[in-house]
């Protein structure tokens, strides 16, 4: 008969499984924090009706219902997948309700922490910046109205589509010696900078392009830009600024405003993003140390005036730019993030934001590269 020693720590393992077991807490109910929906009257204004879809980009903010698992999901998020499902149904109900702010209810119960702070809100979304599910979702919505659960990878989302808040802009500062914040760029008094505000404003008027006489005379950091701002949202500006932006009609340009910082002239832009491929030719910087392998200007230039034949022959772009292109995108097709008018150089920008979706532009020189540009859409 076969005799069994007895194993110390066999005991000791069952003794630490039963008390761990007794000391683990079980996980709240998904919605035991969440206000209780006794009493709450549902807001006929907050609810989609008919189906619709629109072509234009959409404001919306959102509440996220993370689960464990789930794509980017915080490490405290402990709930089950169905637990996620019933807290967004919850919370959905609580949304749609009166006297219900949708903002406030993203600041306390939403998981999407980069969002939250700012009430849910994801701003204006345009064609593919959303995962399809949202984005269609969204687009399905008339102002006021919130969607039922939209199920993504992250999570469990509830959208509220609202008035657009963001707006765009591009400013021309004139300032002189003495006046606070800025310096001008190149010496002058208050009366001179007047003038040259007076004079730059009637060119405006005429018709000259505002980024070339940003770049020229602005004294703001952005001239380098041409005088744009990023796109922003209301309330996060200095209020003088949003003032002026927003009481301008899309395209408006501002009378001349005097501050203590010098003369300002504003143009509000329309809110537009775009996405675009970028081929990039660099050559030789001959104030610069020899690159090996870059060719001269001149080889560049006949690289680049060949491949623009070949496109406007119909071959594709995206081969080209992995072919050939020096950019950073090359092995993608130059293929660029979502870009707004800020975030490309003045002579890019000016060309980008002029084509029409599947446009591709002429060659563009930026010393020390040339550049094509296929928009998207």
Same mark, same amino acid.
Request: net charge positive; with cysteine.
């Given at each position: 008969?076969?005799?069994?020693?007895?194993?110390?720590?066999?005991?000791?393992?069952?003794?630490?499984?039963?008390?761990?077991?007794?000391?683990?807490?079980?996980?709240?109910?998904?919605?035991?924090?969440?206000?209780?929906?006794?009493?709450?009257?549902?807001?006929?204004?907050?609810?989609?009706?008919?189906?619709?879809?629109?072509?234009?980009?959409?404001?919306?903010?959102?509440?996220?219902?993370?689960?464990?698992?789930?794509?980017?999901?915080?490490?405290?998020?402990?709930?089950?997948?169905?637990?996620?499902?019933?807290?967004?149904?919850?919370?959905?109900?609580?949304?749609?309700?009166?006297?219900?702010?949708?903002?406030?209810?993203?600041?306390?119960?939403?998981?999407?922490?980069?969002?939250?702070?700012?009430? =849910?809100?994801?701003?204006?979304?345009?064609?593919?910046?959303?995962?399809?599910?949202?984005?269609?979702?969204?687009?399905?919505?008339?102002?006021?109205?919130?969607? +039922?659960?939209?199920?993504?990878?992250?999570?469990?989302?509830?959208?509220?589509?609202?008035?657009?808040?963001?707006?765009?802009?591009?400013?021309?500062?004139?300032?002189?010696?003495?006046?606070?914040?800025?310096?001008?760029?190149?010496?002058?008094?208050?009366?001179?900078?007047?003038?040259?505000?007076?004079?730059?404003?009637?060119?405006?008027?005429?018709?000259?392009?505002?980024?070339?006489?940003?770049?020229?005379?602005?004294?703001?950091?952005?001239?380098?830009?041409? =005088?744009?701002?990023?796109?922003?949202?209301?309330?996060?500006?200095?209020?003088?600024?949003?003032?002026?932006?927003?009481?301008?009609?899309?395209?408006?340009?501002?009378?001349?405003?005097?501050?203590?910082? $010098?003369?300002?002239?504003?143009?509000?832009?329309?809110?537009?993003?775009?996405?675009?491929?970028?081929?990039?030719?660099?050559?030789?910087?001959?104030?610069?140390?020899?690159?090996?392998?870059?060719?001269?200007?001149?080889?560049?230039?006949?690289?680049?005036?060949?491949?623009?034949?070949?496109?406007?022959? $119909? +071959?594709?772009?995206?081969?080209?730019?992995?072919?050939?292109?020096? =950019?950073?995108?090359?092995?993608?097709?130059?293929?660029?993030?979502?870009?707004?008018?800020?975030?490309?150089?003045?002579?890019?920008?000016?060309?980008?934001?002029?084509?029409?979706?599947? =446009?591709?532009?002429?060659?563009?020189?930026?010393?020390?590269?040339?550049?094509?540009?296929?928009?998207?859409?």
């Amino acid at each position: 008969m076969p005799t069994y020693r007895h194993n110390p720590f066999i005991g000791i393992s069952i003794c630490l499984a039963l008390l761990l077991g007794a000391c683990e807490k079980p996980l709240p109910a998904p919605t035991e924090d969440l206000p209780p929906l006794t009493g709450l009257l549902p807001d006929p204004e907050k609810m989609p009706t008919a189906a619709r879809s629109s072509s234009d980009s959409v404001s919306v903010s959102q509440i996220l219902i993370s689960y464990r698992g789930a794509k980017e999901a915080y490490r405290k998020v402990k709930r089950s997948h169905s637990q996620a499902r019933q807290r967004a149904e919850h919370l959905l109900v609580l949304a749609r309700s009166q006297k219900q702010d949708f903002a406030d209810l993203a600041r306390r119960f939403s998981d999407d922490t980069k969002t939250s702070k700012a009430g =849910g809100k994801l701003g204006v979304i345009g064609p593919g910046e959303l995962h399809p599910d949202l984005e269609s979702a969204a687009r399905k919505l008339d102002l006021g109205q919130i969607s +039922a659960p939209v199920e993504s990878p992250r999570g469990f989302h509830l959208l509220h589509r609202h008035m657009d808040s963001e707006a765009q802009a591009e400013e021309i500062l004139i300032s002189y010696h003495g006046a606070k914040r800025y310096q001008p760029r190149t010496s002058r008094s208050k009366a001179e900078a007047e003038a040259l505000a007076q004079k730059l404003h009637a060119q405006l008027l005429a018709g000259a392009p505002f980024a070339q006489l940003a770049l020229s005379h602005s004294d703001l950091p952005n001239h380098v830009q041409g =005088g744009v701002y990023a796109i922003f949202d209301q309330g996060s500006q200095n209020p003088q600024f949003e003032e002026i932006v927003f009481t301008l009609p899309v395209g408006g340009l501002s009378a001349i405003i005097e501050t203590p910082t $010098g003369f300002h002239i504003v143009r509000r832009l329309p809110v537009e993003r775009i996405l675009l491929r970028i081929l990039r030719i660099d050559y030789q910087d001959v104030h610069a140390k020899p690159k090996p392998g870059i060719p001269s200007q001149e080889e560049a230039k006949a690289l680049a005036e060949s491949l623009y034949r070949q496109l406007k022959q $119909g +071959a594709d772009f995206a081969s080209l730019a992995a072919s050939h292109s020096n =950019g950073p995108a090359k092995s993608i097709g130059g293929r660029q993030k979502i870009l707004g008018r800020s975030q490309l150089m003045p002579a890019l920008n000016h060309e980008a934001f002029a084509l029409a979706p599947g =446009g591709i532009s002429q060659i563009i020189e930026q010393n020390p590269s040339f550049y094509l540009l296929k928009r998207v859409r």
